[in-house]
C-alpha cells in the first residue's frame, strides 16, 4: 500500500497543479461568458416578444371592421341616445357604461359600430386647421396710449366690451344685459382695428381676427362651418373677443334675386345670426366687426340684439391729427423747426393711416440722405408724396352718420 501511494503522489507534479488552475480559471470565465450571452438572448427574446404584441396589436385594428362617424342630437334618460349619421338618417342607438354620460352632450361626435351602430367611443372635437390658422393674438400689444383723437370712441367701445369682460357684476346688480356686438363704421384708416386690438389687450382677451371674405367659401355649408367653429375656438379660448373685419363681404343685404353663390353666402350670414343670437350662450365672448360699408348692410344684422351699439369713426379733425402725429412721432428722432401744428394743418382730410405712412416716409427721406435726424422739408416731402392732391374728405361721412 506504501507504495501504490507514493506512485501517485509522485504522478502528480506541481506542473500538473498548475495546469488544474488554469483549466479551472478558464472554464468559469467560460461559464460568466454563458451566462452573459444567455442574459443577451433572454433580452433579445424580450424585445422580439414586445415587437410582437405591437404588430399583433396593430394587426388587431387593421382587422376591426369600420366605425361611422355621427353628432350627437339628444341624449335619453334611458341609456340611449339619438345620433345623426354622417351618412344623413337619425338613429336611436345604445352605448356602454364605461363611456362617461357627461361626454355625451348635445353636438358631441361619437362613433359608431358599422353593424349595429352602437355608440363605441366619443370622438375629440377638432378645430379646422383654416380656422387655427387665422390671426389670433393671446393678449396684443397695442394699448389705449397707442390711439389718438378718438376719446369718445374708446369711451363707447370700453362700456360695451371691456366692461363686462372685467365687472359682469355691475350689469347684475343693475339687472340689464351687457351689449352682445358692436359695430365699427368709418372710411378706411381711421383706427377701427387698432381700437379693437386696444380693448383686447386692456382685457387680457384673446383676440380672434377675421377677414369677412374668409367666410365665403366654394362649397355648400362650408362658410357656416367655419362660422361654427369660430365661435366654439373663441369659447374654448374665452375671455376672446372675435373682430370681423370687412363685415360687408358676408353681411349684405339679401335680395330676392340671387345667384347661387349668393345664397351659399346667405346661408353664411343666417348662420352668423344665429351664433350672435341664438339659444346656446356664447360665455365670455365679445364679438366686434368692422366695415366702410354700413349702408349694405343686412337689416337682421344690425338690428338691437345682435351689434345692439354702432360706433363711428370719423376722419381725425386738426386736434386728432396732432395727437396721431405725436404718437407716431415719439420715437423718431426730430428736428426742433418741425411744428406738429402746421403739419397737422397741412394734412387736412388725411386718415391716421396716412398720418402714419407720412411719418415714415419722411424718416425714409432722412435716411435717403444718409441723416440721422428728421427735419421740416422731410415731412413736407412726405406729405406730398402721401398725400398728392388729396381732396378735403372731412366732409365724406354720408355713408356713415
Same mark, same amino acid.
Given at each position: 500500500m506504501t507504495d501504490s501511494t507514493d506512485i501517485r503522489k509522485k504522478a502528480i507534479s506541481p506542473e500538473d497543479y498548475m495546469s488544474l488552475a488554469e483549466r479551472t480559471i478558464l472554464l468559469e470565465q467560460r461559464v !460568466?461568458?454563458?451566462?452573459?450571452?444567455?442574459? +443577451?438572448?433572454?433580452?433579445?427574446?424580450?424585445?422580439?416578444? /414586445?415587437?410582437v404584441r405591437i404588430l399583433q396589436a396593430e394587426l388587431n385594428k387593421l382587422r376591426q371592421p369600420p366605425l361611422v362617424s355621427a353628432t350627437v342630437i339628444d341624449v335619453l334618460g334611458d341609456g340611449r341616445v339619438i345620433v345623426k349619421s354622417s351618412t344623413g338618417p337619425q338613429f336611436v342607438v345604445n352605448y356602454p357604461e364605461s363611456i362617461?354620460?357627461?361626454?355625451?352632450?348635445?353636438? %358631441?361626435?361619437?362613433?359608431?359600430? +358599422?353593424? *349595429?351602430?352602437? =355608440?363605441?367611443? =366619443?370622438?375629440?372635437?377638432?378645430?379646422?386647421?383654416?380656422? +387655427?390658422?387665422?390671426?389670433?393674438?393671446e393678449s396684443p400689444d397695442v394699448t389705449y396710449e397707442?390711439?389718438?383723437?378718438?376719446?369718445? +370712441?374708446?369711451a363707447e367701445i370700453r362700456e360695451t366690451v371691456e366692461l363686462p369682460l372685467l365687472h359682469p357684476e355691475l350689469f347684475e346688480k343693475v339687472g340689464i344685459e351687457p351689449p352682445k356686438g358692436v359695430l365699427l363704421c368709418g372710411p378706411p384708416g381711421t383706427g377701427k382695428t387698432l381700437l379693437a386690438?386696444? =380693448? %383686447?389687450?386692456? *382685457?387680457? %382677451?384673446?383676440?380672434?381676427?377675421?377677414?369677412?371674405?374668409?367666410?365665403?367659401?366654394?362649397?355648400?355649408?362650408?362658410? %357656416? !362651418?367655419?362660422?361654427r367653429e369660430i365661435f366654439y375656438m373663441a369659447r374654448k379660448r374665452s375671455p376672446s373677443i372675435v373682430f370681423i373685419d370687412e363685415l360687408d363681404a358676408v353681411a349684405s343685404r339679401r335680395l330676392d334675386i340671387a345667384t347661387s353663390g349668393d345664397r351659399e353666402v346667405q346661408r353664411t350670414l343666417m348662420q352668423l345670426l344665429s351664433m350672435l343670437d341664438g339659444f346656446d350662450p356664447r360665455g365670455d365672448v365679445r364679438i366686434i366687426a368692422a366695415t366702410n360699408r354700413p349702408d349694405i348692410l343686412d337689416g337682421a344684422l344690425t338690428r338691437p340684439g345682435r351689434f345692439d351699439r354702432i360706433i363711428e369713426f370719423p376722419f381725425p379733425d386738426k386736434e386728432a391729427r396732432i395727437q396721431i402725429l405725436r404718437i407716431h412721432m415719439r420715437n423718431m428722432n426730430i428736428q426742433s423747426d418741425v411744428d406738429v401744428s402746421l403739419l397737422a394743418a397741412k394734412t387736412n382730410g388725411a386718415s391716421g393711416a396716412d398720418l402714419k405712412a407720412i411719418c415714415t416716409e419722411a424718416g425714409m427721406f432722412a435716411i435717403?440722405?444718409?441723416?440721422?435726424?428728421? /427735419?421740416?422739408?422731410?415731412? /413736407?416731402?412726405a406729405i406730398t408724396k402721401v398725400l398728392g392732391n388729396i381732396a378735403d374728405r372731412s366732409d365724406a361721412t354720408d355713408i356713415y352718420g
Open positions: !460568466r461568458e454563458l451566462e452573459l450571452e444567455k442574459e +443577451q438572448i433572454t433580452a433579445e427574446r424580450t424585445r422580439l416578444e /414586445n415587437e362617461i354620460g357627461s361626454k355625451l352632450e348635445s353636438g %358631441a361626435k361619437v362613433a359608431l359600430n +358599422q353593424r *349595429t351602430l352602437a =355608440v363605441v367611443d =366619443v370622438l375629440p372635437i377638432s378645430i379646422d386647421p383654416f380656422v +387655427q390658422a387665422m390671426n389670433v393674438e397707442d390711439i389718438g383723437g378718438l376719446e369718445e +370712441q374708446i386690438r386696444a =380693448v %383686447a389687450h386692456e *382685457t387680457k %382677451a384673446t383676440f380672434i381676427r377675421v377677414i369677412g371674405s374668409e367666410l365665403v367659401q366654394k362649397f355648400i355649408g362650408e362658410g %357656416a !362651418r367655419i362660422v435717403r440722405e444718409l441723416r440721422d435726424v428728421v /427735419n421740416r422739408d422731410d415731412f /413736407n416731402k
